[in-house]
């Protein structure tokens, strides 16, 4: 009802400015009477009315501006000639549409307005008949409602004195209700799209100003100054919320072209698509809906091209002929969220490994390191496809890293996901605004700089004390354990190459999150928050990498707008919580004296350590990705199936985890691993203490102390064993690795 609704209000706007037009071409038609081209602008301006009144179901409209139609075309194509009568009968017509269109706006429907009178001038002038004589509207504002007055002369009736005209005050009190007052046309205008960006860099600088006077005010005891200065900041964030709503656009205007691009590739391709969109209504900047065109358009036309499969291969498969593309937007976290996902084949993250390694973008070793989602992003590595290999994995490669490039030139990102045989979801997040944006002010070593607050998730701050014990270093990564996460740490000082101007042990930690990782960025200090005006870079400032852009603070400073993106590219390796596998087993041994384990966390608030020395990571998967061979649970995992051992199961102990999310410790001795699904990771610790085997249960080897706490040492091969009887048979070499581990 909402969308039809909306389409009346556009056909009222549209209709009362093309009745204005007609008004206008009518008079001038009847002093040039040969002119074909006001003739012709006539028709289609009623010939769209009637078309659109037809589509509404408005009959009486759809009556009077036919028989209008079919006079038109009789005088444009030279059967009849302009007369004064033609003229009456056609500004007739125009009245009686007007008549029904305020009718329309007021009530929602044309009413008993009676066209009959109309209608039967033009077809007797159709006829070659006579019409009686057609009376002319009349002036008295008495004998007219107000609505008729009001888009002619708007304001008389609020300048006009009611001594001096007593009887048109008195319409005036008779017709208070806002919809007399105001028509449909009277509440929109069509502005410039110039004049509007205009408008946004002035109050943009208008915002720069504030921010100034704001803060010089608060650093005087004017008490009327900083009254002035609130008040200023008021109604400069009100002026800077409506100008940036001019500038929204719901995404449908962007969605409308691609019913049409999906259905004229599925029938180039033999393929039946069916496209569903679901969010049409979400508003995005008008710039950056420009921005985002081109790599939408480029996602849907790979989902249909590469994602979805041939009728044939659906019905091979299980699946319905027709495939399903959807489109879904939606507001989070202050960005508008894009996925264009496809019920189709998937892609195959072994594959995409392989071509990798193929053509040299990646080593053996460094794909080894990567989880499948990790693998899954190289499709947006250049060079990564060629048009040589066109197939369900290297073919969406095509022009995918263009698609990344554009998305993250507005401040955005990209995501992928798919499973094997069911589909494949590329999400984007695009900011609202790239004008104007929150962020918090930072410094480091003296400098000042802005974080976005789109990508700001929280503020830690530790003491030298707690900093000297929760932050801890895994083979020369720095993490945090932020409610039991292993946060990975990135210090700002570092990234920029300066030294930091923090002595006292004190850590402040900017947790953030990009690319779907979060990450820690250690800083100096906290400044403040304020919105800020994003200002360009220049060619030489972007070939850095680490800034997005640059504003001008209160203060008249200039400070540089972090790049989130790109630091977490560039600074956290996406193997940040990997452990060295690549020493000799020997020298990692569980001795007496030094003891590395990751404490894990089970239901009941039940503990087991696990020893350090062959735990390679820790990963987050979902519940659904856990399948079943005969009795057994298995994941893939980097082109591989592990047993799954789910260390509540093997203690008889009742997980205390909510959510779908499996975390899950991956060991690994030689080349066979292992996924052992826990509740939580509570602690990494690295110390002197004795090891107690006396001290054993069912699947515990032993036990330790672990910050002054006794802490039972899980017995992995036992735990192993269970999950998979099998499992070491496959290699004795394995069998020998693991005990010399234990």
Same mark, same amino acid.
């Given at each position: ?15 009362? %400015? ?99 009178? !109309? ?101 005087? @005891? ?71 065109? =081109? ?36 507001? @989070?976290?202050?960005?508008? !969220?894009? %996925? ?79 499973? !094997? ?41 530790? =003491? ?156 987050? *998967?979902?519940?659904?990705?856990? %399948? ?5 649970? !298995? ?91 099998? *499992? ?5 070499? *394995? ?8």
């Amino acid at each position: 009802m909402d969308e039809i609704d909306e389409i009346v209000q556009e056909f009222l706007v549209e209709s009362h %400015e093309n009745l204005d037009q007609l008004d206008r071409d009518l008079v001038a038609l009847e002093r040039e009477p040969g002119s074909r081209d006001l003739l012709g602008s006539i028709f289609r301006t009623i010939h769209t009315i009637k078309g659109t009144s037809g589509f509404l179901a408005f009959g009486q409209l759809e009556s009077v501006t036919h028989v209008g139609e079919n006079l038109l075309a009789r005088l444009r194509d030279g059967k009849m000639s302009m007369s004064p009568q033609t003229t009456d009968v056609l500004l007739a017509m125009v009245d009686t549409v007007r008549d029904l269109l305020a009718t329309i706006e007021q009530t929602g429907g044309e009413g008993d307005t009676d066209v009959s009178v !109309v209608v039967g001038h033009i077809t007797a002038i159709l006829d070659g008949k006579a019409p009686e004589p057609v009376a002319a509207p009349a002036p008295e504002p008495v004998a007219e409602p107000v609505v008729d007055l009001v888009p002619e002369a708007p304001v008389v009736p609020a300048l006009v004195p009611v001594a001096q005209a007593p009887v048109a005050a008195e319409p005036v009190v008779e017709h208070e209700d806002p919809v007399h007052r105001r028509t449909v046309a009277d509440s929109s205008i069509r502005v410039d799209v110039d004049l509007l960006d205009t408008l946004m860099r002035l109050v943009g600088e208008l915002v720069l100003t504030r921010n100034q006077i704001v803060r010089q005010a608060g650093d005087q @005891q004017d008490v009327d100054l900083m009254r002035s200065s609130q008040r200023l900041n008021l109604i400069a964030s009100e002026l800077q919320e409506g100008v940036m709503k001019t500038r929204m656009q719901p995404i449908d205007n962007l969605w409308s072209k691609l019913p049409r691009v999906v259905r004229d590739l599925g029938a180039n391709c033999g393929k039946q698509v069916s496209l569903t969109m679901v969010g049409k209504e979400t508003e995005l900047d008008r710039t950056l809906l420009e921005a985002v065109k =081109d790599p939408l358009t480029h996602l849907v036309r790979n989902g249909v091209d590469h994602g979805l499969e041939s009728p044939e291969d659906r019905v091979a498969a299980g699946k319905p002929a027709e495939g399903v593309l959807t489109l879904r937007a939606y507001h @989070q976290g202050g960005q508008v !969220v894009v %996925e264009v996902s496809d019920d189709g084949a998937g892609i195959d993250s072994e594959k995409v490994a392989a071509k990798a390694v193929e053509r040299g973008l990646r080593t053996q070793a460094q794909i080894a390191q990567m989880s499948p989602t990790d693998v899954l992003q190289l499709i947006f590595v250049p060079g990564f496809s060629t048009a040589a290999a066109v197939t369900n994995v290297s073919g969406r490669g095509v022009g995918m890293d263009v698609v990344k490039t554009n998305i993250e030139g507005i401040g955005g990102t990209i995501e992928v996901e798919s499973v !094997v045989g069911r589909g494949t979801t590329c999400r984007l997040r695009i900011p609202l605004t790239l004008a104007i944006v929150p962020a918090l002010t930072v410094e480091c070593a003296g400098d000042r700089y802005a974080i976005p607050q789109v990508s700001l998730l929280e503020l830690v701050s530790l =003491d030298a004390d707690r900093a000297a014990n929760a932050v801890e270093d895994i083979n020369g990564a720095s993490v945090y354990r932020l409610r039991g996460t292993l946060l990975p740490l990135v210090r700002l000082a570092e990234v920029l190459g300066v030294e930091s101007d923090r002595s006292d042990g004190h850590v402040v930690i900017a947790v953030l999150q990009a690319e779907g990782k979060r990450f820690g960025l250690v800083i100096d200090r906290v400044l403040s928050t304020e919105e800020i005006v994003v200002k360009p870079l220049g060619s030489q400032m972007k070939a850095i990498g680490t800034y997005s852009g640059a504003t001008i603070l209160g203060d008249g400073r200039v400070a540089l707008i972090l790049d989130v993106q790109a630091l977490a590219r560039r600074v956290l390796n996406a193997d940040a919580l990997e452990l060295d596998d690549t020493d000799d087993h020997d020298t990692r041994a569980v001795t007496a004296e030094s003891l590395r384990l990751l404490v894990a966390g089970l239901g009941g608030g039940r503990k087991v350590a696990i020893p350090l020395s062959s735990v390679t990571r820790l990963e987050n *998967f979902d519940q659904s990705a856990v %399948e079943r061979i005969g009795n057994r649970e !298995v994941v893939q995992y980097r082109g591989g199936i592990l047993p799954v051992v789910r260390l509540n199961n093997y203690y008889g102990a009742i997980s205390d985890r909510e959510g779908d999310e499996l975390v899950v410790v991956i060991y690994t001795v030689g080349d066979r691993s292992v996924a052992i699904a826990v509740d939580e990771i509570v602690d990494i610790v690295d110390e002197n203490t004795e090891f107690h085997a006396e001290v054993t249960d069912h699947g515990v080897l032993g036990s330790t102390l672990v910050r002054d706490r006794i802490v039972e040492v899980l017995d992995v091969r036992a735990a192993i064993l269970s999950a998979d009887p099998t *499992f070491y048979t496959a290699s004795d070499e *394995f069998d020998a690795e693991l005990q010399e581990t234990m």
